[in-house]
């Protein structure tokens, strides 16, 4: 449990939290308890198991690219509340 605590500790430290005493406790038997798991999930024999990335194989559904009319230029910029040298204006937000 000596390790479980000071990884509770270095992590906390890493994320900048200030655990309590209780919360250290805590987490550290939740952690443990995850730990152990782990090593139960170790002594399985995937020998013959291919890896995956994901359970059920995934396929995206696509429409194909394809050339359509769309607004010209001053056409998006038509309703633009603010333009200026053909581009949208907008209000800073970060300083």
């Known amino acids: 449990m000596a390790q479980v605590e000071i ?13 309590s005493a209780e919360e250290e406790q805590r987490i550290g038997a939740q952690l443990g308890g995850i730990l152990s798991y782990i090593d139960k ?7 013959g198991v291919t890896p995956t990335a994901h ?7 696509v429409r194909p690219d394809e050339l359509r009319p ?13 333009r200026a040298n053909g581009l949208f204006m907008a209000p800073k937000i970060i300083e």
């Open 7 to 19: 990884d509770v500790k270095y992590v906390a430290h890493l994320a900048r939290l200030s655990l």
């Open 55 to 61: 359970p059920f194989p995934l396929v995206n559904i």
């Open 70 to 82: 769309s607004l010209s230029h001053e056409e998006a910029l038509r309703n633009a509340p603010a």
């Open 41 to 47: 999930l170790k002594e399985v024999d995937v020998s």
